[in-house]
């Protein structure tokens, strides 16, 4: 499907780096983007605290870590407002606003917070979608039972990841190119595990077209008896790209193509186990390679590792290591810092 270039990611997409300062702050995005984010992905880059996830449709004081298979907790004094270009913390502790220490937030727009009751699927939902850069932000209360749920996007959704928000679960996440040998709906991974891919026959589906443009198939064992959210995306032109490659264990390493020069990718690869691995553009100290990265499944403290370079097109491996590891697969999820080319006929460069 073709897709309207996004010339302007930072106006859905924002990664912000601040200082913990122990007292109640405002910290405000970079730029001139005037985005209100809507998913607020948090870390302390010191200590090992794990990430946090909040949202403004389950409300700024819930939170869900990417590391456990933990229930929402309400805490008032970590984020306190989503605002129009950033977001308010309250005193904190070490998990988000610690005296003089390192934090980054990976933020995502949907709809400034503003939620509408879904009924595309067989199960009422409440969306607030950004269809523009394919994300929505679903939750619903789960039965037990097998469902379709509307999701808002317009356009068929690449990869969903989904919790349950009122019990113990595992992160399930669907990604299009997440196959192991299977068709994509009867494969399943986690975000909290370093497992390999899983095989789970009809999770997202007993065919390829019940993810539609409109809802998404979900298999009773995991349309938790409770609430439960998804955070749902679809690749957008000069913005995201939602794929795979295979690694070469090379210090040449493979090329990803993804049309734009990329601001965060995260890597997982699908047959062995391995870790969910974040890399950003904010963080490493040198233009390339890109050396500091995060786990989504462990609560460890930032670490350097040489990777792979950011270009104006893509990324592209610099080592052997386990993100490259020979003949293997792996999925990625990327986000843009500018489009390969404008609307306008624009060029970026690499970092």
């Not at 409300?59 to 008032?76: E, H, P």
């Not at 605002?83 to 308010?88: A, L, P, Y």
């Not at 553009?281 to 460890?300: E, G, M």
Request: proline letters at 2%; glycine letters at 10%; hydrophobic letters at 30%.
């Amino acid at each position: 499907m073709a897709y309207t270039n996004i010339d302007d990611p930072s106006a859905n997409f924002q990664i912000k780096i601040y200082t913990g300062t122990s007292a109640a702050q405002s910290i405000t995005f970079d730029g001139n983007s005037n985005m209100q984010p809507d998913m607020w992905w948090q870390i302390n880059r010191d200590l090992a605290r794990g990430t946090y996830v909040a949202d403004s449709s389950r409300g700024v004081d819930k939170y869900l870590t990417t590391f456990t298979t933990n229930a929402d907790a309400t805490v008032t004094t970590y984020l306190t407002s989503l605002d129009s270009n950033g977001f308010s913390l309250g005193v904190g502790d070490t998990a988000v606003n610690n005296n003089a220490q390192s934090f980054v937030t990976w933020n995502w727009k949907a709809n400034g917070g503003t939620t509408s009751s879904n009924t595309a699927g067989g199960t009422t939902t409440t969306v607030q979608a950004n269809q523009d850069a394919g994300f929505s932000i679903v939750t619903w209360t789960g039965n037990g039972t097998t469902t379709t749920l509307g999701h808002g996007l317009g356009v068929r959704p690449d990869v969903i990841i989904q919790k349950a928000r009122g019990t113990t679960s595992n992160w399930n996440v669907y990604h299009k190119d997440a196959t192991n040998g299977q068709q994509p709906y009867n494969v399943i991974t986690n975000l909290n595990l370093n497992d390999a891919t899983g095989i789970a026959s009809n999770t997202w589906g007993t065919t390829a077209s019940d993810i539609t443009s409109s809802v998404f198939y979900l298999k009773y064992w995991i349309n938790y008896n409770t609430t439960n959210v998804a955070y749902c995306f679809a690749e957008k032109q000069g913005y995201s790209k939602f794929g795979k490659y295979v690694g070469n264990g090379n210090a040449d390493g493979t090329f990803v193509y993804t049309g734009f020069k990329p601001a965060w990718v995260m890597t997982k690869e699908t047959g062995a186990a391995g870790a969910w691995v974040m890399y950003d553009n904010k963080r490493s100290t040198t233009s390339n390679p890109q050396d500091k990265y995060f786990s989504a499944n462990t609560a460890d403290a930032e670490a350097t590792f040489t990777q792979y370079d950011f270009l104006s097109n893509g990324f592209k491996f610099r080592t052997s290591g386990s993100e490259n590891s020979n003949a293997n697969t792996h999925i990625y999820m990327a986000f843009a810092e500018n489009p390969f080319v404008t609307s306008t006929g624009i060029p970026t460069t690499a970092r």
